[in-house]
T-cell receptor, first 110, second 114 residues
Framework: QQKVQQSPESLIVPEGGMASLNCTSSDRNVDYFWWYRQHSGKSPKMLMSIFSNGEKEEGRFTVHLNKASLHTSLHIRDSQPSDSALYLCAARKGYNKLTFGKGTVLLVSP | NTKITQSPRYLILGRANKSLECEQHLGHNAMYWYKQSAEKPPELMFLYNLKQLIRNETVPSRFIPECPDSSKLLLHISAVDPEDSAVYFC??????????????FGEGSRLIVV
């Protein structure tokens, strides 16, 4: 069964610092990865998606993907208190259902 | 997010029956019900595509989905159990069989079983 592992489970970074979150799939046939952000009491919102090897940047957020190792990482530079949330990595293999990792709780301290 | 609306937003139930409602205004063909328990990621319950039930995960029979049209989804719950306390998210995507389609979530219905 496809599994998505995220690390660390929780992370504290100072305001203005860099947050780095990791995600690895145990299924070698995974095609697509997404990162979702879920603020407390809210619904998950898609932050970024990445389907090809390499890097993708949108504002303060950068996503990397290494398909050979099935590893993706999300980097948030100049972290703000409003970035404090649960970050969920999700992966899909072909037409299978989207599988979520357990998430990383990020706390940005003012 | 007003593009996927859910009601009610909060629900406190004993062993009564109740229905959750969802409507999406994104023109998507696929609609989903997810359950998110405390400290856990969302877990798929049901998937519909163009009103047809495509996936039915291992869900207790007291949960019955209904898709009256491709933009609306219902979840009928009968005789709830304390383990049913969770947030139920409706979600949608353009299609169910395009693996690159992004999933969009509604704001959720929080069910508290007393």
């Amino acid at each position: 069964q496809q599994k998505v592992q995220q690390s660390p489970e929780s992370l504290i970074v100072p305001e203005g610092g860099m947050a780095s979150l990791n995600c690895t799939s145990s299924d070698r046939n995974v095609d697509y990865f997404w990162w979702y952000r879920q603020h407390s009491g809210k619904s998950p919102k898609m932050l970024m998606s990445i389907f090809s090897n390499g890097e993708k940047e949108e504002g303060r957020f950068t996503v990397h993907l290494n398909k050979a190792s099935l590893h993706t990482s999300l980097h948030i530079r100049d972290s703000q208190p409003s970035d404090s949330a649960l970050y969920l990595c999700a992966a899909r293999k072909g037409y299978n259902k989207l599988t979520f990792g357990k998430g990383t709780v990020l706390l940005v301290s003012p | 997010n007003t593009k996927i609306t859910q009601s009610p937003r909060y629900l406190i139930l004993g062993r009564a029956n109740k229905s959750l409602e969802c409507e999406q205004h994104l023109g998507h063909n696929a609609m989903y019900w997810y359950k998110q328990s405390a400290e856990k990621p969302p877990e798929l319950m049901f998937l519909y595509n163009l009103k047809q039930l495509i996936r039915n995960e291992t869900v207790p029979s007291r949960f019955i989905p209904e898709c009256p049209d491709s933009s609306k989804l219902l979840l009928h719950i009968s005789a709830v159990d304390p383990e049913d306390s969770a947030v139920y998210f409706c979600a949608s995507s353009q299609d169910h069989d395009n693996s690159g389609n992004t999933l969009y979530f509604g704001e959720g219905s929080r069910l508290i079983v007393v």
